[in-house]
């Protein structure tokens, strides 16, 4: 890849006074949301469902953009925005999209996860490894990796996102996974779990589950609903 590219997974919590709104105001301001979440624009968004899966969590925005700037305007938009008025950021993981000092030739199982279509369930969380793991020669990370890569080809069903964090946010990656079956990607957690990579781990928490869903469907699932019908 040869331009760098801006990831954002921004996690969003709804203040549980807004259900308390009248259901026509409810149904305006969600309405509201929804054209700033599909506006066009140079930033490309996908919504997922959080709804009762994570304490404070709702909503789930997974955006790339071509800058930083570009990805605050669209959160500023959304966070101004009818609904969004009562939505606050529980998360926020930032990344940029780079070639892999590991990686020749990506395959599709590795490429980014804003082509074609969307599998039932994005995971995201961040990634910081320790310092002893930079201070190992480039032949031996080069040989712990190809270990960690071969065990990630064997589970095809999951696609995988690896951003670089560093400079921009408190972790090393923000790693991102999407898959349509989620016990088969826990397969890949527990099989990856089992190679060298995984002692110089020092962060892979919060993990951030969530389902794909338009965000017209998202909004009615927390109650933009007229209860007149």
Known sequence: MSDPRFVHALALGLDSEWRRLPAAQRCETAEELAAAVTRESEVLTHSYSMVGLQPGADLLLWSLGPS????????????????????SVKESFLGVIQGSQYVKKPTPQEQSLFSGVRSRYLVVYPFTKSTDWYLLGK??????MNEHIRVGHEYPEVRQLLANSFGVDDMDFLVAYETDDLPKFGELVRALRGTDSRKSTVR??????????????????????????
């Open 68 to 87: 930083l700037e570009s990805l605050e305007e669209r959160a500023a938009m959304v966070l101004r925005s009818g609904m969004g008025t009562w939505l």
């Open 204 to 229: 892979d928490t919060p993990i951030l589950t969530g389902i794909h869903r338009p965000i017209e469907e998202i909004t009615v699932l927390l109650g933009a609903v007229n209860d007149a019908r």
């Open 139 to 144: 032949e031996a990370r080069q040989g712990i």
